[in-house]
């Protein structure tokens, strides 16, 4: 159903295979807009008062490569502009450990390597607190990552895996950080196993492509959730309007 105000939501994509999925079928669905920095393509970005929502995607870099991608620095400028203007900002794996770095905290590579499908655990008093009382204490959720940030000052902890402690945050109650993917689709995930085939080694919270796809069907769930979060955001957003 189409919501009566329309939102202007900018997703900052890094690379093809990584899109907002989900997200994107959510936003056509209320009748939001949807516009994009392709960064394998340009970096060019919007002024503040062309969007509403910040929806930063993943990708194999890292946040601290600025010497190799020249325009990350600018990307973390932008991120950080967008955050002091109270914008909603939300960020998916690398988009999370970029909003932990501006906000000062520390991104460094985790003790294991998580790619594939497993447990998440939400600190269901802090989610609480924030207003987001419809995560449930534990859920199966997909992941693709390496590395692992610090929790900023000022942030709540949200979740944590038996393979990585820091999962997610809020901070100020509109900007989200998700180390894990709520947004995937099926085929999201044939895209990024495609592209990422390299990274699925032996380990212990790897997962094989076969496993990965037969698991498929937990994209369900996982975007159940991301609803819930995305519906909540919206709410909080015309309130303030």
């Keep these: 159903m189409a919501s009566e105000r329309q939102l202007k939501i900018h997703c900052i994509q890094h690379v093809p295979f990584e899109g ?6 959510w936003a056509d669905q209320k009748g939001h807009q949807v516009s994009y920095t392709l960064l394998y393509e340009t970096d060019k970005f919007p002024e503040p008062g062309e969007f509403d929502w910040l929806v930063i995607m993943g990708g194999p870099m890292g946040v601290n490569d600025d010497g190799i991608y020249s325009w990350l620095a600018a990307e973390k ?33 985790g003790k294991h390597k998580e790619i594939g499908w497993f447990p998440v655990k939400f600190d269901i008093s802090a989610a609480k607190k924030a207003g987001l009382d419809f995560l449930p204490r534990e859920l199966t959720v997909f992941h693709w990552h ?17 393979g990585c402690n820091n999962q ?15 947004e995937m689709d099926r085929q999201a995930l044939e895209q990024i196993i495609h592209h990422g085939k390299d ?7 790897v997962h094989c492509a076969d496993e990965i796809i037969h698991k498929s069907k937990l994209t369900l769930e996982t975007n ?18």
């Design 20 to 25: 907002p999925a989900f997200i994107k079928q």
């Design 199 to 205: 990274e699925l080694i032996t380990d212990i919270y």
């Design 77 to 109: 400028a932008f991120i950080k502009q967008a955050i002091e203007q109270s914008k909603i900002v939300i960020g998916i794996c690398l988009g999370a450990q970029i909003i932990a770095s501006v906000l000062g905290a520390g991104v460094k590579p």
């Design 168 to 182: 997610a945050f809020i901070y100020r109650d509109r900007v989200l950080a998700l180390q894990f993917h709520f």
């Design 146 to 162: 390496g590395d692992t940030f610090d929790i900023p000052q000022g942030a709540v902890h949200l979740a944590s895996s038996d």
């Design 224 to 241: 159940k959730v991301m609803q819930r979060i995305l519906d909540f955001f919206e709410s909080q957003c015309f309130l303030i309007r």
